[in-house]
């Protein structure tokens, strides 16, 4: 019998990330050679094993190892990066996955069937769009809208998709595919500081956070930077400057998170006050209520300075997205699984997507569980996690597999 070998996740990690990297990082974009490279090595190292490995409609790559009653508990994770990513980043969910699949199937049948899937473009880096594969399997997912995507490049989600061998239209179909599935678990690393400030190597992460994103034009009017008196002017750029901070008032108040990460001025020259600015709002919050609270307070600052700077004020919105909440059951598990490796549990949400919104929203249980990132970094090189810590990941992960294949097992279909 094999044990779980945790070390020989690490090593795989480093094997990829010498495969499919460069100097600037990871380089596995969806839909290019280096994904295909990243995903065939995959099945290479499957060699051997009892399962079964199929694509879906929409470039969902699915593992299975068979258990005693078609019920499913999936695993899951995505090899796809973005450009000059990390070597963490959805890899570790997807190896992590294997090491369980090794221990499960040298243990003989399970009761009930394992999966891993390797999710389809779960970044959308090229394409704008992120969650392609598991939107698709959740229903979320239009190929007429999709499809029209172009990247920087002018090629189409569609075409690229096509290159693959995958047709857009038929995408839909991979819905089918969390029919028999009773439970989804999935690790990632955090992305984020708050585990490396609490010195915690895990947590159960209880969902995502729900977001508001808007561009919000202020309208005033461009005018001589020298003939112009200070108390005449309408300016649009002093406005953002004024909602910007306002914002981060309004999150630390909410205990939300509250962004403006692009002002954009026109004309946007150092001789003219500016006649029109705008302004790109990110707003995020657990909860439903609270999110909603800051996206009022926000309006009503916007209002406000606009009337103070004698402006005029548009609200569009870009993405409103409500909070996801995982399973209580599983988050239950998830904190026992972490106690038991780690000693101490913590509960926190993400803020990043992952696949499991998706999952979440197609009404399938779900828990994501994190392992703490040094400096907070990811999308980026510099993305890391100490060794051990990756060790300790598989081991909780392994455990969270197991108490969630009892759950499902003991569960009425
Ligand atoms: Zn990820």
Redesign the pocket.
């Known amino acids: 019998m094999s044990a779980l070998d945790p070390a020989r996740t690490v090593a795989e990690l480093r094997a990829l990330r010498a495969l499919t990297g460069d100097e600037h990082g990871a380089q596995r974009l969806a839909w290019t050679p280096g994904w295909a490279t990243a995903r065939s090595w995959f099945g290479e190292q499957l060699a051997g094993l009892p399962v079964t490995r199929e694509v879906d409609e929409a470039g969902n790559v699915w593992v299975t190892l068979p258990g005693a009653s078609p019920t499913s508990v999936l695993m899951g994770g995505?090899l796809d990066s973005v450009p000059n990513g990390g070597w963490l980043?959805?890899t570790l969910n997807v190896l992590a996955g294997l090491e369980v699949l090794r221990r499960l199937a040298a243990e003989g049948t399970p009761p009930v069937t394992v999966k891993l899937v390797d999710w389809a473009d779960?970044?959308g880096a090229r394409f704008g769009r992120s969650l392609i594969g598991s939107s698709a399997c959740s229903g979320n997912f239009d190929p007429a809208l999709l499809g029209a995507l172009r990247d920087a490049d002018g090629v189409t989600l569609r075409a690229a998709m096509g290159a693959s061998g995958i047709d857009i239209d038929r995408a839909p179909a991979a819905r089918s595919r969390l029919a028999d599935v009773a439970a989804y678990v999935e690790l990632?690393i955090e992305q984020g500081p708050v585990l490396e400030r609490l010195g915690l190597p895990l947590a159960a992460v209880v969902g995502t956070t729900g977001i508001e994103r808007h561009r919000v034009t202020f309208t005033g009017q461009a005018a001589h930077a020298g003939s112009t008196p200070m108390d005449s002017r309408r300016d649009p750029l002093a406005a953002a400057a004024r909602l910007l901070l306002e914002v981060r008032e309004i999150a630390r108040r909410g205990g939300g998170v509250g962004t403006v990460g692009s002002v954009v001025a026109r004309p946007g020259i150092v001789t003219a006050v500016a006649g029109e600015c705008d302004v790109l709002l990110d707003q995020r919050h657990v909860a439903a209520g609270p999110l909603a609270a800051m996206h009022a307070e926000a309006r009503a600052a916007a209002a406000r300075i606009a009337v103070e700077e004698d402006v005029g004020s548009a609200w569009e919105p870009i993405l409103e997205l409500a909070p996801t909440h995982f399973h209580p059951e599983l988050i239950a598990l998830c904190d026992d699984a972490v106690r038991e490796i780690a000693g101490t549990s913590h509960r926190m949400p993400s803020g990043?997507g992952?696949d499991a919104i998706e999952t979440a929203r197609a009404g399938v249980p779900t828990v994501m569980m994190f392992v703490q990132s040094l400096r907070g970094l990811s999308h980026a090189k510099e993305e890391d996690t100490l060794p051990g810590h990756l060790e300790l990941a598989v081991r909780a992960f392994d455990r969270l597999v197991d108490k969630t294949i009892a759950w499902a097992h003991a569960r009425p279909a």
């Open positions: 995505h980043d959805g779960e970044e990632h990043p992952h």
